[in-house]
């Protein structure tokens, strides 16, 4: 598996310093610390989200190679993946679309930069159906 992020996409990203941080490529599914309701809506959703290098994050335990260094997704939902994905940048809505050469995964990738958050409180809460 692969994902490559566009020259655009990338001048987009620099923003957020990603050098110094871990990208986890997440299907929201309601599994893991960073979803609020994923399952419960039946409806995933895709993200990119940013924590410091060094956070021990177990249900990313698999490894996409990128032009941007290492992404990691839970292994059990890499059949939301495609083995080629490319990440762009819409200039013109603002928008970061993750697509394959069979589809479009979603017409914007939501980056989430949580490498300065206080993640004891993500990883506590709890939601409701």
Do not use: W
């Not at 692969?2 to 990203?13: G, H, K, M, P, S």
């Not at 021990?56 to 032009?67: F, G, L, Q, V, W």
């Not at 679309?97 to 809460?125: A, C, G, M, Y």
């Amino acid at each position: 598996m692969n994902i490559t992020f566009t020259d655009q996409a990338i001048e987009r990203l620099q923003r957020y310093e990603l050098s110094s941080k871990k990208m986890l490529l997440d299907f929201d599914d309601g599994v893991g610390p960073f979803s609020a309701v994923g399952s419960c809506s039946l409806d995933g959703d895709y993200r990119l989200i940013l924590v410091k290098e060094d956070l021990d994050t177990p249900d990313y335990n698999e490894k996409i190679t990128s032009n941007l260094g290492d992404v990691f997704i839970k292994d059990h939902t890499s059949v939301q993946f495609d083995d080629e994905m490319e990440v762009r940048f819409n200039p013109r809505y603002f928008t970061m679309p993750l697509v394959s050469p069979k589809r479009v995964l979603t017409d914007n990738l939501e980056v989430l930069d949580l490498s300065n958050t206080d993640l004891n409180s993500q990883i506590d809460r709890a939601h409701d159906c």
